[in-house]
């Protein structure tokens, strides 16, 4: 069995990702707060193995355990590859910085970065003695890569989630069986997030009318076109330890 963890399954991107997933012979787990009962239907007729399990991001101190658990669960049966996938991610607080409250900022962070460094940690850690291909795909933002006026802590998570993935490249590029991980920008999709984009006052994110535009452009990408793309490039393996990469280009 292919297995992969995806985090944020319960709806948008992830959502898609798990359910194009949904193949025989993968063994899928999403990890959010919710469930999905869209998912655990459709895996029953597709021949995959579908599990939700509750997990709150921003909980760091468990998430080490938790992933652990779900891996030595997962050992039990004979798998073929493993693919963690960090999509999980919030936008808030948005707006100038000197007016988001702490604890806003400090959960953003423990859901952005804190919990895919954690994560991480644990399934490089967990899969060590597993002789098989394993990758680790952080779903990054182009806002990673491009400063956003309002958008501060989701640009600095992003920006800090690729720098963190060149790093572990660096760390895992010549093991035999290392972790492959890649850190990828999606492309603007239509999400609960963008809606929340544009519901933002124009004092809080000047770029609200670009956003407003692209959705009456017809502009976004559909959350399974987006999810099409980034599986294409996980299957395609055509990347290399570390990589920086967007669906885009
Ligand atoms: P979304 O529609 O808002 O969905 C967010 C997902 O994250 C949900 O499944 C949610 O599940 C989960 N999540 C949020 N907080 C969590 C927490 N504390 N614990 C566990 N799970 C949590 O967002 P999306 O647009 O699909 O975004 C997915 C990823 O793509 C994010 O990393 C985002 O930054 C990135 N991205 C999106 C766009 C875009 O245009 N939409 C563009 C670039 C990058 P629960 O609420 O059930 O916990």
Request: net charge negative.
């Amino acid at each position: 069995m292919n297995l992969f963890v995806v985090t944020g399954a319960s709806r948008g991107l992830g959502h898609a990702i798990a359910r194009r997933l949904l193949l025989p012979g993968n063994y899928v787990i999403g990890l959010s707060r919710s469930s999905s009962e869209q998912l655990s239907k459709e895996a029953s007729l597709s021949g995959a193995r579908y599990e939700s399990v509750e997990v709150d991001l921003s909980r760091v101190d468990s998430l080490a355990d938790q992933m652990e658990q779900i891996l030595q669960k997962a050992a039990v049966e004979s798998l073929k590859s493993a693919c963690l996938i960090n999509n999980a991610g919030v936008l808030s607080p948005t707006g100038p910085i000197e007016n988001a409250p702490a604890e806003e900022i400090a959960y953003h962070m423990q859901v952005n970065l804190t919990a895919p460094i954690i994560l991480s940690s644990s399934f490089i850690h967990n899969t060590e003695a597993w002789e098989v291909p394993k990758t680790i795909m952080n779903i990054s933002s182009g806002a990673g890569r491009k400063p956003y006026s309002g958008w501060s802590s989701y640009c600095a998570s992003k920006a800090g989630l690729d720098h963190f993935t060149r790093c572990v490249g660096l760390e895992q590029q010549d093991k035999p069986y290392g972790v492959r991980m890649i850190s990828v920008a999606p492309g603007v999709i239509d999400t609960d997030m963008q809606s929340y984009i544009r519901s933002l006052s124009e004092q809080d994110f000047p770029q609200k009318e670009r956003f407003i535009q692209l959705k009456e452009q017809g502009q976004l990408s559909s959350p399974e076109d987006a999810a099409d793309k980034l599986l294409k490039l996980l299957n395609s393996g055509d990347y290399g330890h570390g990589d920086i990469l967007d669906v885009r280009q």
